[in-house]
Protein backbone atom coordinates (compact mmCIF):
# COMPACT_ATOMS: atom_id res chain seq x y z
CA UNK A 1 0.00 0.00 0.00
CA UNK A 2 1.47 3.30 -1.16
CA UNK A 3 1.04 7.16 0.84
CA UNK A 4 -0.13 10.36 -0.45
CA UNK A 5 3.22 12.53 -1.53
CA UNK A 6 1.41 16.07 -0.11
CA UNK A 7 3.14 16.45 3.47
CA UNK A 8 5.59 14.34 3.10
CA UNK A 9 9.31 14.36 2.98
CA UNK A 10 11.48 13.61 0.36
CA UNK A 11 14.97 13.34 0.73
CA UNK A 12 16.92 14.11 -2.46
CA UNK A 13 20.55 12.81 -2.30
CA UNK A 14 23.18 14.25 -4.76
CA UNK A 15 21.74 18.18 -6.67
CA UNK A 16 22.76 17.99 -10.19
CA UNK A 17 20.53 18.75 -12.72
CA UNK A 18 18.38 15.77 -12.78
CA UNK A 19 17.69 15.91 -9.08
CA UNK A 20 17.03 19.41 -9.34
CA UNK A 21 14.34 19.10 -11.77
CA UNK A 22 12.83 16.39 -9.50
CA UNK A 23 13.31 18.82 -6.52
CA UNK A 24 10.80 21.32 -8.37
CA UNK A 25 8.31 18.29 -9.63
CA UNK A 26 7.87 16.82 -5.48
CA UNK A 27 7.57 20.47 -4.61
CA UNK A 28 4.48 20.54 -7.04
CA UNK A 29 3.09 17.74 -5.36
CA UNK A 30 3.40 19.64 -1.85
CA UNK A 31 6.26 17.88 -0.66
CA UNK A 32 9.00 18.93 2.04
CA UNK A 33 12.55 18.55 0.48
CA UNK A 34 15.74 18.08 1.53
CA UNK A 35 18.47 17.49 0.24
CA UNK A 36 22.15 16.30 0.86
CA UNK A 37 25.47 17.27 -1.40
CA UNK A 38 28.73 17.29 -0.82
CA UNK A 39 28.70 20.58 -3.24
CA UNK A 40 25.78 22.19 -1.89
CA UNK A 41 24.07 24.75 -4.58
CA UNK A 42 22.67 27.79 -2.15
CA UNK A 43 21.38 29.26 -5.08
CA UNK A 44 19.26 26.54 -6.33
CA UNK A 45 17.93 26.10 -2.99
CA UNK A 46 16.57 29.38 -2.57
CA UNK A 47 14.99 28.92 -5.99
CA UNK A 48 13.38 25.57 -5.21
CA UNK A 49 12.21 25.75 -1.98
CA UNK A 50 14.29 23.21 -0.68
CA UNK A 51 17.45 22.67 2.36
CA UNK A 52 20.60 21.15 2.84
CA UNK A 53 20.50 18.61 6.13
CA UNK A 54 23.21 16.91 7.24
CA UNK A 55 22.87 13.02 6.02
CA UNK A 56 22.31 11.66 9.35
CA UNK A 57 18.96 13.97 9.47
CA UNK A 58 18.50 13.11 5.93
CA UNK A 59 17.96 9.51 6.33
CA UNK A 60 16.18 9.91 9.45
CA UNK A 61 13.47 12.41 8.09
CA UNK A 62 12.58 11.29 4.69
CA UNK A 63 9.54 9.03 4.22
CA UNK A 64 10.71 9.09 0.34
CA UNK A 65 14.60 9.17 -0.52
CA UNK A 66 16.35 9.31 -4.24
CA UNK A 67 19.83 8.77 -4.67
CA UNK A 68 21.50 11.05 -7.50
CA UNK A 69 25.20 10.84 -6.81
CA UNK A 70 27.81 9.19 -9.53
CA UNK A 71 29.45 5.80 -8.16
CA UNK A 72 32.60 6.71 -6.35
CA UNK A 73 34.94 4.82 -3.12
CA UNK A 74 32.48 7.57 -0.95
CA UNK A 75 29.77 6.22 -2.38
CA UNK A 76 29.85 3.06 -2.96
CA UNK A 77 26.96 0.95 -0.78
CA UNK A 78 26.22 4.40 0.69
CA UNK A 79 23.11 2.61 1.08
CA UNK A 80 23.60 -0.01 3.47
CA UNK A 81 22.31 -2.00 6.72
CA UNK A 82 23.42 0.49 8.68
CA UNK A 83 21.80 3.57 6.15
CA UNK A 84 18.60 1.37 6.35
CA UNK A 85 18.97 1.22 9.84
CA UNK A 86 19.01 4.55 11.03
CA UNK A 87 16.01 5.35 8.30
CA UNK A 88 12.12 5.58 8.97
CA UNK A 89 10.15 2.86 8.56
CA UNK A 90 8.54 2.07 5.49
CA UNK A 91 10.89 4.69 3.51
CA UNK A 92 11.05 4.39 -0.22
CA UNK A 93 13.70 4.53 -2.15
CA UNK A 94 14.90 5.48 -5.14
CA UNK A 95 17.87 4.86 -7.46
CA UNK A 96 18.18 6.11 -11.12
CA UNK A 97 22.04 6.70 -10.11
CA UNK A 98 24.49 3.75 -10.32
CA UNK A 99 23.47 0.47 -8.76
CA UNK A 100 26.16 0.13 -6.43
CA UNK A 101 25.05 3.00 -4.26
CA UNK A 102 22.88 0.38 -2.72
CA UNK A 103 23.94 -3.06 -1.15
CA UNK A 104 21.68 -5.01 -2.63
CA UNK A 105 21.53 -8.24 -0.23
CA UNK A 106 21.30 -5.14 2.47
CA UNK A 107 18.10 -3.80 0.55
CA UNK A 108 16.54 -7.12 0.54
CA UNK A 109 16.63 -7.71 4.30
CA UNK A 110 15.31 -4.07 4.81
CA UNK A 111 12.38 -4.89 2.59
CA UNK A 112 12.05 -8.72 4.22
CA UNK A 113 11.63 -7.03 7.73
CA UNK A 114 9.43 -4.08 6.33
CA UNK A 115 11.61 -1.16 7.08
CA UNK A 116 12.14 -0.39 3.37
CA UNK A 117 8.42 -0.14 2.60
CA UNK A 118 8.90 0.33 -1.55
CA UNK A 119 11.81 0.17 -3.67
CA UNK A 120 12.48 1.81 -7.72
CA UNK A 121 15.45 0.88 -8.95
CA UNK A 122 16.53 2.07 -12.21
CA UNK A 123 19.52 0.85 -11.78
CA UNK A 124 21.25 -2.54 -10.39
CA UNK A 125 24.87 -3.74 -9.51
CA UNK A 126 25.29 -6.18 -12.05
CA UNK A 127 22.58 -5.39 -14.94
CA UNK A 128 24.76 -5.14 -18.18
CA UNK A 129 24.13 -9.17 -17.84
CA UNK A 130 20.43 -8.65 -17.67
CA UNK A 131 19.12 -5.32 -18.85
CA UNK A 132 20.17 -4.12 -22.27
CA UNK A 133 19.20 -7.73 -24.95
CA UNK A 134 15.84 -9.08 -24.88
CA UNK A 135 16.23 -12.45 -21.98
CA UNK A 136 12.49 -13.08 -21.35
CA UNK A 137 12.85 -16.43 -22.76
CA UNK A 138 16.05 -16.91 -20.18
CA UNK A 139 16.51 -17.92 -16.70
CA UNK A 140 17.94 -15.52 -14.44
CA UNK A 141 20.66 -17.29 -13.20
CA UNK A 142 21.44 -14.31 -10.58
CA UNK A 143 20.11 -15.40 -7.37
CA UNK A 144 19.65 -11.65 -5.65
CA UNK A 145 18.09 -10.10 -8.74
CA UNK A 146 15.86 -12.67 -8.42
CA UNK A 147 14.94 -12.58 -4.87
CA UNK A 148 14.73 -8.82 -5.62
CA UNK A 149 11.53 -9.11 -8.22
CA UNK A 150 10.12 -11.53 -5.91
CA UNK A 151 8.97 -8.67 -4.27
CA UNK A 152 5.59 -6.90 -4.95
CA UNK A 153 6.97 -3.50 -3.53
CA UNK A 154 10.00 -3.35 -6.20
CA UNK A 155 10.37 -1.98 -9.40
CA UNK A 156 13.10 -2.66 -11.58
CA UNK A 157 13.50 -0.85 -15.01
CA UNK A 158 16.24 -1.16 -17.55
CA UNK A 159 18.31 2.39 -17.17
CA UNK A 160 17.51 3.03 -20.16
CA UNK A 161 16.39 6.60 -20.53
CA UNK A 162 19.19 7.55 -22.04
CA UNK A 163 18.47 5.48 -25.56
CA UNK A 164 16.70 8.38 -27.57
CA UNK A 165 17.68 10.38 -30.34
CA UNK A 166 17.22 13.18 -28.72
CA UNK A 167 19.36 12.24 -25.58
CA UNK A 168 22.32 10.49 -27.34
CA UNK A 169 22.51 13.41 -29.79
CA UNK A 170 23.00 15.78 -26.50
CA UNK A 171 25.67 12.94 -24.93
CA UNK A 172 27.31 13.77 -27.99
CA UNK A 173 27.23 17.35 -27.93
CA UNK A 174 28.15 17.65 -24.46
CA UNK A 175 31.23 15.02 -24.75
CA UNK A 176 32.40 17.50 -27.71
CA UNK A 177 31.93 20.54 -25.57
CA UNK A 178 33.43 19.03 -22.65
CA UNK A 179 36.39 18.10 -24.62
CA UNK A 180 37.06 21.63 -25.84
CA UNK A 181 36.80 22.85 -23.05
CA UNK A 182 39.62 20.42 -21.92
CA UNK A 183 42.15 21.08 -24.48
CA UNK A 184 41.30 24.86 -24.38
CA UNK A 185 42.20 24.97 -20.70
CA UNK A 186 38.92 25.96 -20.10
CA UNK A 187 36.91 25.18 -16.77
CA UNK A 188 34.30 22.14 -17.53
CA UNK A 189 31.20 22.71 -16.75
CA UNK A 190 30.27 18.93 -16.00
CA UNK A 191 33.44 18.28 -14.39
CA UNK A 192 32.62 15.37 -11.77
CA UNK A 193 35.28 16.46 -8.51
CA UNK A 194 35.67 13.00 -6.92
CA UNK A 195 36.90 12.88 -3.28
CA UNK A 196 36.80 16.51 -2.25
CA UNK A 197 35.01 18.23 0.28
Same mark, same amino acid.
Given at each position: &???? =? @? $????G? +????? +????????L???? &??? +??????? *??????????????????????D???? @???L?????? &? !????? +??? =??????? !????????? @?? *????????S????????????E?????????S?????????????S???? !??T? @?? $?????????N??????????????? &???? *??????? *?
Open positions: &MGFD =M @H $GKTAI +IGTGK +IALILIRIRGFG &MEV +IAYDIYP *NRQAAAEASFRYVPLEELYARSVISL @HVPTPQTRY &M !IDRQS +IAR =MKDNVML !INTGRGQLI @HT *NDLIEGLKKKVGSAGLDVYEEEEYFYEDRDSIIDDDVLARLLFNNV !IVS @HQ $GFFTVEALRIAQTTLQNAAAFAAG &MPLE *NEVKWGQ *N
